[in-house]
T-cell receptor, first 111, second 116 residues
């Protein structure tokens, strides 16, 4: 079956530091890949997506590139802010619409 | 546009009692998902509907969990009888799922269930 493996957390960074959260996946066919974010006290929301190989998703300064050769979709941000503190989930959705999530990575950014 | 609605937001019950959760997806979204999210883990898919038909319920504990989506719009998830390990947040999500570029899901606020 499909699976998503995320870098274990928690991750603690100082403001303006560089962020990478690793995500690798196993899936048949060509899934769509997503990063969802859950801010404290809020629901899950889409952060960015990529639908085919070599696509780059970006939003709010975050980026991730769909790498089919390494089955990866790592999340990056050049300069994190305190407001980026949240739980980040990597996920895939197969062609049939079946969805699989990673276990989440908690990011804390200190001023 | 209105988001995914869920109720109740919180529920506390004793083990062996029954409970039901309700979800109303975004208008026009044919695909509806129910997830169970245990503290510290990612959402685990319980059941996926396409209109009023079940697409995937392979991880639904069918001896105690049931779900329906009559008329292909809102949906109800029921647990009967509840066990301590059912304590979790139950998330509902919906998606257009018509094309490769419309597979993202929109989540409701969730229902936090505590089983005592």
């Amino acid at each position: 079956g499909n699976s998503v493996t995320q870098m274990e957390g928690p991750v603690t960074l100082s403001e303006e530091a560089f962020l990478t959260i690793n995500c690798t996946y196993t899936a048949t066919g060509y899934p769509s890949l997503f990063w969802y974010v859950q801010y404290p006290g809020e629901g899950l929301q889409l952060l960015l997506k990529a639908t085919k190989a070599d696509d780059k998703g970006s939003n709010k300064g975050f980026e991730a590139t769909y790498r089919k050769e390494t089955t990866s979709f790592h999340l990056e941000k050049g300069s994190v802010q305190v407001s980026d503190s949240a739980v980040y989930f990597c996920a895939l959705t197969s062609y049939a619409g079946k969805s699989t999530f990673g276990d989440g990575t908690t990011l804390t950014v200190k001023p | 546009e209105a988001g995914v609605a869920q109720s109740p937001r919180y529920k506390i019950i004793e083990k062996r009692q029954s409970v039901a959760f309700w979800c109303n997806p975004i208008s026009g979204h044919a695909t509806l998902y129910w997830y169970q999210q245990i503290l510290g883990q990612g959402p685990k898919l319980l059941i996926q509907f396409q209109n009023n038909g079940v697409v995937d319920d392979s991880q639904l504990p069918k001896d105690r969990f049931s779900a329906e989506r009559l008329k292909g719009v809102d949906s109800t998830l029921k647990i009967q009888p509840a066990k301590l390990e059912d304590s979790a947040v139950y998330l509902c999500a919906s998606s257009l799922l018509r094309t490769r570029s419309s597979r993202e899901q929109f989540f409701g606020p969730g229902t936090r269930l505590t089983v005592l």
